[in-house]
Every structure is written in C-alpha cells, then in structure tokens.
C-alpha cells in the first residue's frame, strides 16, 4: 500500500490495477490463501487507502479466473486489448526482476510495457526506484512477524485463520 500511494500521489502512474496472482509459475510453493481470498485481501487493502488514493486503484480478478499457470504477458496482453490507448508499466520488486530472464515471453512483454522497479530497503541492486519502501515481505505477513498491513486485512487473515493467525 506504501508503493502505490507514493506512485500515486509522486505522479508517476495516473492508476494502478492491481492483479492477485492465480497460479504463479516462480514460486517454490502453491499459495495458502485461495485466489477468491486473495482477491479479497486486496479489495480490502484498497479500501484502507485514503480516498484520493483507493479512487484510482483497482482489483482485476483476471489472473485468478483463469486455469492454468498465470502469465504476466497474457494479463498484459488481455488489459492492452480493454485499455488500447494506454500505456502500461508493470510494477515488480527488485528481486523479480532480477529473475526476468525466467520469465514466459519476456522479449514479448518488455515490447508491451515500461518496468517500474521497487527497491527492497538493504537491496544493493540500485536498478530500481528508491521510494522509501518499508521493510515488509509477504513471508514476513503471512508467518505474523510483521504488522505493516491494512487493518482490514489482518482482520480478513485472523477471521479467515490464514498464515497460522
């Protein structure tokens, strides 16, 4: 939430779809979350935003509505054909893009959009945008060591007894 409103309110994107992954190919493991939670889990996040924020933000369930491993490229192709006079920049960590090269179609995507590279505090990588991001990973989220998320969704993780809540 800290990356999309200093992208938001710096001016650097006019909105940000964010797309809760379906069957993501470069993890180790499957999620624990089903797609409708993790869809969920981001609609409550958005709410969490100020006003001025969450109006340009939205949640695109496309990814977890498809079968099937999720593409990068596909969602970019899929949202080029709904948004066909936009230009489109894909947001990632540092440490994504530094496994790019693994990536389906990547020639094909890097033609379709412009990268915004986040950089993780401590990373020594310096490709990416310095936007004073917080020192939070997913990991850190879902095993309870870390608290820098929306209050909604803690509560929707507590409720939901997600991540060993």
Not at 43 to 63: F, G, M, Q, T, Y
Not at 103 to 119: C, G, M, S
Not at 139 to 154: D, F, K, L, M, N
Request: glycine share 6%; with cysteine; charged share 25%.
């Amino acid at each position: 939430m800290h990356v999309i409103t200093q992208l938001l309110r710096r001016d650097i994107v006019d909105r940000i779809i964010i797309f809760p992954a379906g069957q993501p190919r470069l993890r180790d493991n499957q999620p624990v979350a089903t797609g409708a939670q993790r869809r969920a889990m981001c609609e409550a996040a958005v709410k969490d935003l100020p006003a001025d924020i969450a109006s340009r933000v939205e949640v695109n369930p496309i990814e977890i509505l498809r079968d099937g491993p999720s593409y990068t490229i596909d969602t970019v192709e899929a949202v080029a054909q709904t948004y066909p006079e936009d230009s489109y920049h894909l947001i990632i960590g540092s440490e994504a893009y530094a496994k790019l090269d693994q990536w389906h179609r990547v020639d094909d995507l890097k033609n379709l959009v412009t990268f915004i590279i986040i950089e993780r505090p401590g990373s020594e990588s310096q490709v990416g945008l310095d936007i004073a991001a917080l020192d939070v990973a997913s990991t850190g989220i879902r095993e309870g060591s870390s608290r820098e998320y929306s209050p909604s969704v803690a509560h929707f993780i507590k409720e939901h007894h997600l991540y060993g809540s």
